[in-house]
């Protein structure tokens, strides 16, 4: 029961780090980025990998060694929902991803359009989060079972 309580907060700290390092995205990526700008995006994406990598594997955990077991998650139309726009969010992640190395490797300042364009694909990712807690929520409950 402990380690289920356990794996349960690593894995909500682990989006918790999502949702905030998304949204340091956003705010950061507009207008005109200088070069430490762009580091310091490169760097949020870092984190941002880093983080959406732990949100994996502690659900992984939480799926097949928490309390509820992988034929709760398995045969759960909203585990699969959820799973389907955690793929989309990382999707859309790969062009900002991209950009932002190009950007750092250059070592050019990237002009309005560019920084617009990546900055959509953001708000996009930013746009699909609160479908993993609904999801979550309705899986939780045994909804759609």
Same mark, same amino acid.
């Given at each position: @029961? +402990?380690?289920? =309580?356990?794996?349960?907060?690593?894995?909500? *700290?682990?989006?918790? *780090?999502?949702?905030?390092? +998304?949204?340091? /995205?956003?705010?950061?990526?507009?207008?005109?980025?200088?070069?430490?700008?762009?580091?310091?995006?490169?760097?949020?994406?870092?984190?941002? @990998?880093?983080?959406?990598?732990?949100?994996?594997?502690?659900?992984?955990?939480?799926?097949?060694?928490? *309390?509820?077991?992988?034929?709760?998650?398995?045969?759960? %139309?909203?585990?699969?929902?959820?799973?389907?726009?955690?793929? =989309?969010?990382?999707? +859309?992640?790969? %062009?900002?991803?991209?950009?932002?190395?190009?950007?750092?490797?250059?070592?050019? /300042? %990237?002009?309005?359009? &560019?920084?617009?364009?990546?900055?959509?694909?953001?708000?996009? &990712?930013?746009?699909?989060?609160?479908? +993993? %807690?609904?999801?979550?929520?309705? @899986?939780?409950?045994?909804?759609? @079972?």
């Amino acid at each position: @029961m +402990l380690s289920d =309580a356990l794996f349960a907060f690593l894995h909500f *700290a682990a989006i918790f *780090a999502v949702v905030a390092i +998304l949204s340091c /995205q956003l705010i950061f990526c507009k207008g005109t980025l200088d070069t430490a700008s762009v580091r310091r995006l490169a760097g949020l994406d870092r984190a941002y @990998m880093i983080a959406a990598i732990l949100a994996v594997a502690t659900g992984l955990l939480r799926a097949f060694a928490g *309390a509820k077991g992988w034929s709760f998650y398995s045969t759960n %139309p909203f585990f699969w929902a959820k799973i389907a726009t955690f793929i =989309a969010i990382g999707l +859309l992640s790969i %062009p900002p991803t991209i950009t932002f190395i190009r950007w750092r490797n250059n070592g050019t /300042q %990237p002009n309005a359009d &560019e920084v617009a364009r990546v900055r959509r694909y953001i708000s996009w &990712e930013t746009m699909l989060l609160p479908l +993993l %807690p609904l999801f979550a929520v309705l @899986m939780a409950r045994g909804i759609g @079972m």
